[in-house]
Structure formats: structure tokens, C-alpha cells
């Protein structure tokens, strides 16, 4: 029956407990299905209309909810039409919001046609400078420095993140600037050189050791270079 499209089963004797539970779950289900087509079509209809702001701001904060409930096709999808739209219109904000979006790892991972590479999320960084948003630059930066990890580029990947770090900094996300700093920590473990840190940005770095294992702690003392 789950192959089939069923929401769930009960065991026989089932208890009323059981019943209500399976209720609320596929009544869940339903309206999880619904607001990711209204989604989508709301984004779409914003494209049809030339309302392309209102577009890709919608494509781009819906990607949460679809990274949350895993509806990765439906992601890549919406933000692939609401990218396309704003290249016809010129859009240069949406065109880097989008493009730094579609290359979060959880899209690029599953191999998806249509995903940002390299190229693309420096484009986005480039886009976001052009049109002075720090803050989005940071992001792209950031989203950059993870694809360039992936391809084993780790010199341009911790100037990436570093350059994020920076764009965090100034936009006031310390949310952003804490996942940056923990990206350079781990690739600074990765290489087992702190060379790289005290070469690339005169910074110092202190390590602790526990269990065998050295690990990089990142503190706003450390980095001041990047502050």
C-alpha cells in the first residue's frame, strides 16, 4: 500500500490513538503537498506577469521550507524559472540571489541539471558586488568557498570564505560570520597547516588538542585581520 501512495498503515487491533495520529500525519502530508504547488505556481504566475522582484524574493525565501522537507526537484525547479526571469529582465540582484541559492550543496549533491558550478557562484559574487550588497556578496562567497572545497581548490577556498567572514562582518550577521569562521577552522584541520592562516592573512591562530585530535579555535580574538 506505501508503494502504492498510502500516507501510512495501522496494525491490526488498531487504538483510537493510533487512528488520530495516522489522521493528523496524512492531513500534514496534504497540506505540506498543497503549499509546495501553491509555491510554485505563485512563483511561476510572478514570472508570467513580469512581477519579477516579487519573484525571485519568493523563490528565494521559500528555499527553507524546501530544504527542510526535502522537495529538491520542486527547489531547483521554482528558482531555475524565477532565475530565467530575471535574466530577461535584467534583474541583477535576483539573478546572484538565485544563482547563490541553486548551488547550496544539498541541490548540487543530487547532480541536478540546471544547479550553479563554480562559474555561476562567482558570477553571483560579482553580481552582488556590482549591485553593493555586502551581505549577499558574503553569502556567495561562502556558497563559492564550499563548491571550491569539493573540487580539492582549498587555497581559493579559504580566500573565499575569508572574503565572506569579512562581508558578514560589516552586513552585522554573526550567524553568517560564525558558519564562515567554522568553514576556515575546518579547512585549516583539513590541511593540518596553520602556515596557511598565518601566510594568507596575517592572522594568528591557537590550537587545542583533545584526544589525539587538533582542532582550530575560532574566537573573535583570533582573526583580527578579518574583523
Known amino acids: 500500500a506505501m508503494r502504492l501512495g498510502a500516507y501510512d498503515y495501522l496494525t491490526k487491533p488498531a487504538t483510537l490513538d493510533e487512528m488520530e495520529a495516522v489522521i493528523r500525519k496524512a492531513d500534514e502530508k496534504r497540506r505540506l503537498v498543497r503549499q509546495n504547488a501553491n509555491l510554485r505556481a505563485a512563483v511561476r504566475h510572478c514570472c508570467e506577469l513580469g512581477l519579477t522582484e516579487i519573484a525571485w524574493d519568493l523563490a528565494v525565501s521559500s528555499h527553507e521550507f524546501y530544504n527542510r522537507r526535502g522537495y529538491l526537484d520542486d527547489w531547483a525547479a521554482t528558482h531555475?524559472?524565477?532565475?530565467?526571469?530575471?535574466?530577461?529582465?535584467?534583474?541583477?540582484?535576483?539573478?546572484?540571489?538565485?544563482l547563490a541559492i541553486l548551488g547550496q550543496p544539498a541541490l548540487v549533491t543530487g547532480g541536478r541539471p540546471g544547479v550553479s558550478g563554480i562559474d555561476d557562484l562567482e558570477r553571483s559574487a560579482h553580481l552582488f558586488r556590482q549591485a553593493d550588497d555586502v551581505h549577499g556578496e558574503a553569502i556567495?562567497?561562502?556558497?563559492?568557498?564550499?563548491?571550491?572545497?569539493?573540487?580539492?581548490?582549498?587555497?581559493?577556498?579559504?580566500?573565499?570564505?575569508?572574503?565572506?567572514?569579512?562581508?558578514?562582518?560589516?552586513?552585522?550577521?554573526?550567524?553568517?560570520?560564525?558558519?564562515?569562521?567554522?568553514?576556515?577552522?575546518?579547512?585549516?584541520?583539513?590541511?593540518?597547516?596553520?602556515?596557511?592562516?598565518?601566510?594568507?592573512?596575517?592572522?594568528?591562530?591557537?590550537?587545542?588538542?583533545?584526544?589525539?585530535?587538533?582542532?582550530?579555535?575560532?574566537?573573535?580574538?583570533?582573526?583580527?585581520?578579518?574583523?
Open 80 to 98: 531555475q524559472v524565477a532565475l530565467a526571469a530575471c535574466r530577461r529582465a535584467g534583474n541583477v540582484r535576483g539573478e546572484a540571489a538565485l
Open 140 to 227: 556567495a562567497l561562502r556558497t563559492l568557498g564550499n563548491a571550491l572545497r569539493h573540487a580539492g581548490r582549498f587555497d581559493e577556498a579559504l580566500e573565499a570564505f575569508q572574503s565572506a567572514v569579512k562581508g558578514y562582518t560589516a552586513a552585522g550577521d554573526l550567524l553568517g560570520r560564525w558558519q564562515a569562521l567554522r568553514y576556515v577552522g575546518q579547512l585549516v584541520q583539513k590541511q593540518g597547516n596553520l602556515e596557511l592562516i598565518e601566510s594568507t592573512q596575517g592572522t594568528a591562530a591557537r590550537t587545542a588538542f583533545y584526544q589525539g585530535k587538533m582542532s582550530i579555535i575560532l574566537e573573535a580574538d583570533l582573526f583580527p585581520s578579518l574583523l
